[in-house]
């Protein structure tokens, strides 16, 4: 199984800040990487697909880069309502796997 | 606008067997795409079971294969899944969701069931 790992785990960030959360494969999964936000209590949603197109309906300061097995989120501008915990998720091969989660806090 | 409505049991004794409908409204199940299930430990990162076509063709995690059943009625427009001889670490939130197959991510979730396993 393809592993993917996710770093960091948690980070404090504030509003307005930059953040950039990296997504690295086991093995290539050319650009078969899609990226969920959770908010407690909620179903994953959809952010970006095939590594880097935005879902539609999700605002552009979300961008998502990479391919092979390095890839990132980047979230340009924090808003309150992105504080969340952010999942990547390969779809190259079976099994599907997620990476281990990010937490962005206050 | 496509929805995905889990539904059974909140609450199953151990070694007994799981089993969760979800409703697809606002689109054909027949029409195509995979649909799969996943499920989220309380605290912890989501895990995929597994994911169907509507025509039959499944696949599903290797240490649940044993396990676990995903079937379709495409009459209801509906699919299953069920999850046999549970244990405490089954007790999950169980969501499902449209994709997980022909390189598809999950694009539709359903909100998700709370199941616990125990006595």
């Known amino acids: 199984a393809i592993r993917m790992t996710q770093s960091p785990s948690s980070f404090s960030a504030s509003t307005g800040d930059r953040v950039t959360i990296t997504c690295r494969a086991s093995?290539?999964?050319?650009?078969?990487l899609a990226w969920y936000q959770q908010k407690p209590g909620k179903a994953p949603k959809l952010l970006i697909y095939?590594?880097?197109t935005l879902q539609s309906g999700v605002p552009p300061r979300f961008s998502g880069s990479g391919s092979g097995t390095d890839f990132t989120l980047t979230i340009s501008c924090l808003q309150s309502e992105d504080f969340a915990t952010y999942y990547c998720?390969?779809?190259?091969?079976?099994?599907?796997?997620f990476g281990g989660g990010t937490k962005v806090e206050i | 606008q496509v929805q995905l409505q889990e539904s059974g049991p909140g609450l199953v004794k151990p070694s007994e067997t799981l089993s969760l409908t979800c409703a697809v409204s606002?689109?054909?199940?027949?029409?195509?795409?995979?649909w799969g299930w996943i499920r989220q430990s309380p605290g912890k990162g989501l895990e995929w079971i597994g994911s169907?076509?509507?025509?039959?063709?499944?696949y599903y995690d290797p240490s649940l294969k044993s396990r676990v059943t995903i079937s379709v009625d495409t009459s209801k427009n509906q699919f299953s899944l069920k999850l046999s001889s549970v244990t405490a670490a089954d007790t999950a939130v169980y969501y499902c969701?449209?994709?997980?197959?022909?390189?598809?991510?999950?694009?539709?979730w359903g909100q998700g069931t709370l199941v616990t396993v125990s006595s």
């Open positions: 969701g449209r994709g997980g197959g022909d390189y598809t991510p999950f694009d539709y």
């Open positions: 606002g689109y054909s199940i027949s029409s195509g795409y995979y």
């Open positions: 169907m076509y509507y025509s039959g063709s499944t």
């Open positions: 093995q290539g999964i050319s650009s078969y």
């Open positions: 095939a590594a880097s």
């Open positions: 998720q390969q779809y190259y091969s079976y099994p599907l796997t």
